[in-house]
């Protein structure tokens, strides 16, 4: 169980901020929900209580977890597939498992792609997505804002890395 003003993370949608626990009913169902707020796009997210294990909510990394995120946005990218379908099949996965080291692999492997090859539209939509959920649960992990997150993500992809 979660508590107001827990950091957690939502698969899928970033990192926010346990803000209340309310009670609603919904299609004539009374439920508790966690109203989440993700800072990053403004979102307010309602989330069922008896249903967070399915969505797997989970706490917000700490440092340790942060340091680990920045040694796998520092290595060399891990072999992708050459088939577009397949490749995006299987970073999509990633993504979806909430799993920010997963999810960090994603922005690096995409990263790293784009400088060398160029992304498709759908690729640089999928690209801009993890970084956004990446960046979401580093400025909570790390209390830092959006823009200074960004900076440290870009600064592993500046020449001289990766090669």
Same mark, same amino acid.
């Given at each position: 169980m979660f508590n107001i003003g827990d950091k957690v993370v939502y698969p899928m949608h970033g990192a926010g901020v346990i803000e209340a626990i309310e009670e609603k009913e919904i299609l004539g169902a009374r439920k508790k929900y966690y109203i989440m707020n993700i800072p990053i796009g403004e979102m307010k997210v309602m989330i069922p209580m008896d249903n967070v294990g399915n969505i797997g909510l989970r706490e917000v990394i700490d440092d340790n977890g942060v340091e680990q995120v920045f040694s796998i946005l520092r290595e060399n990218h891990s072999k992708m597939s050459?088939?577009?379908n397949r *490749?995006? *099949?299987? !970073?999509m996965e990633k993504i979806k498992s909430?799993?920010?080291?997963?999810?960090?692999? $994603?922005v690096r492997n995409?990263? $790293?792609?784009?400088?060398?090859?160029g992304l498709s539209t759908g690729e640089r939509k999928m690209l801009e997505s993890a970084r956004q959920i990446l960046i979401s649960e580093l400025v909570l992990a790390k209390n830092s804002s959006a823009t200074d997150v960004d900076e440290?993500? !870009?600064?592993f992809f500046v020449e001289g890395h990766h090669e």
């Open positions: 050459t088939n577009w *490749r995006y *099949r299987m !970073n909430g799993d920010i080291y997963k999810v960090a692999e $994603v995409l990263m $790293v792609r784009e400088k060398e090859k440290i993500i !870009n600064q």
